[in-house]
């Protein structure tokens, strides 16, 4: 137990090493991650590392989608939610069939139930691989609303195919109308589940007397009780965690005060890169322990159909892509919907964004050993092997291409008609001006009273000013400006650290104290940087 806990120590020290270097490549770190644990599984030390799959699903992918489902936003998912459906269900389970036809017709000896299988496995877009990725490419936010939005829903319907293949081969039997109505019930189910474990904590959170601390473990433990939940009745824990963690964080702003909201998003943003850093990296841990499982077949076969099998996914879900593109100009003319001619730009990145992950490995881990009556699970370790491959090269090769294919194909942002950077000075104009208004009609008798009412409507005036003269400046005069405030103001705020740390050596000064001032200086300097990021950018 000591030794384990060592080895996963240096783990975590190599994954931030790895990512470090993927910064300064300035690469997508899951790719960079992967391609180390591969190095690393050529080593005594770490080759010997395995994934237990039941502790993939349990430990590892509740907080994950859960994190995914907190920062996706309700209001994009909903408008995007024909094409998010379209992608998680109907996409997933016509890819799962292309594969089961296509490996039973390439692989010698595979049966189209064991084609099913391996499609149910290899057929969605990895939640947490696809996010991660597109979060580090500039592309519009319709599409990575989409992407994100499908990557939370199509875990839960190829794992659904791939527990009935499963059955399938275990039992030899298959009823297509039980088949139906258990899939309707496992994914109704999991959302029902998934809603009302939210609205419990819900009811936590808002009525009960939580400290911020209680706030934070309460939010730590909401995802693994949602899923352990649907998952006790058979039901869908993915949809569960899915559908919960969407209410939830619509909710955000009624059940969580603003101690609570600001530490939750470090501890998350902590724990979900931890999370991230170790799976990529034992995914890429994993060659070993495959290829040697692969019996009779040959490495060379065994690369053979991994390629086939990848090359067919990828082409795969380009066609899908544009033929939802050109499913949704044809339902344009019946209803209402968010893109009526979505062209071939964006369907292509969508189409190419289809890196596969853990989720994947983790289904193929979880293939039993035996069936009835102790015989060996037909072509287990080609399953595998072909999973892990699949992984390899969607990743690597569409996760690597990805920033080249986006700059080639210039997919149009047709549905942000205010660019990002206009929209954070009409925010930061009207607020201004609300507050202004505010104080003018309500308290406009504390101004002359209370001299720090009155510094406020000044500053708040100043600002008011700033955002009407950005019309009538040229976009260098703004940029100069700001930049010699940043200068500034940052050296003010230095100054007063130099100052705090000063007084911090002299012994009349509790050092408690100095913390929370030394915290809010970083606060400061931190709404700084992140608004001045934005005032710059060119139109």
Known sequence: MHSLLIQYVFLILIILALVMIANKLRLAYPIVLVIGGLALSFTSAFSHVTIDPELVFFLFLPPLLYEAAWQTSWKEFWRWRRVITSFAFPIVILTSCVIAFVSSAFIPGFTLALGFLLGGIISPPDAISATTIMRGVKVSKSLVSIVEGESLLNDASSLIVFRFALATIVTGQFHFREAATSFVLVVCMGILIGLLVGLIFYAIHR???????????????????????????????????????????????????????????????????????????????????????????????????????????????????????????????????????????????LGWAGMRGVVSLAAALSIPLLIDEGQPFPY?????????????????????????????????????????????????????????????????????????????????????????????????????????????????????????????????????????????????????????????EPT
């Not at 390899?392 to 549905?415: A, C, H, S």
């Not at 009412?453 to 500053?459: D, G, I, Q, T, Y």
């Open 207 to 349: 009525w009960l007397p939580t400290t911020t601390s209680i706030e934070i473990v309460l939010m730590l433990i909401t995802p693994y009780c949602m899923y352990y939940s649907a998952e006790h009745f058979h039901f869908s824990g993915v949809l569960a965690v899915v559908s919960g963690g969407l209410f939830l964080s619509s909710k955000r702003q009624h059940m969580l005060t603003y101690q609570s909201r600001i530490q939750g998003i470090t501890v998350w943003t902590n724990l979900v890169f931890v999370l991230n850093g170790l799976i990529f990296l034992l995914i890429g841990l994993q060659l070993p322990s495959i290829t040697q499982q692969l019996g009779d077949i040959s490495i060379a076969s065994a690369i053979e159909y991994g390629l086939g099998i990848s090359l067919v996914l990828i082409f795969t879900r380009l066609l899908c892509t544009f033929g939802a593109s050109y499913f949704t100009r044809f339902m344009s003319r019946f209803i209402t919907v968010a893109d009526d001619n979505p062209g071939w730009r964006g369907p292509f990145v």
């Open 380 to 536: 287990r370790n080609l399953i595998l092997f072909i999973t892990f491959i699949v992984i390899l090269v969607t990743l690597v090769f569409q996760g690597l291409t990805l920033p080249w294919v986006i700059r080639k194909v210039r997919p149009e942002d047709k549905y942000s008609p205010i660019p990002e950077h206009k929209q954070e000075r009409i925010i930061q104009k009207k607020m201004a001006q609300a507050s202004l208004q505010l104080l003018e009609e309500k308290y406009s008798e504390e101004r002359v009273k209370n001299e720090h009412v009155n510094n406020l409507f000044a500053r708040l005036q100043i600002d008011l000013n700033f955002f009407q003269q950005d019309s009538e400046e040229s976009n260098h005069a703004i940029q100069n400006t700001l930049t010699s405030f940043q200068r500034i103001y940052l050296d003010l705020l230095e100054q007063q650290r130099k100052l705090l740390y000063q007084m911090n050596r002299h012994s009349e000064f509790d050092e408690e104290l100095i913390r929370k001032y030394l915290s809010l200086i970083d606060i400061e300097e931190f709404k700084l940087r992140e608004k001045l990021a934005h005032e710059v």
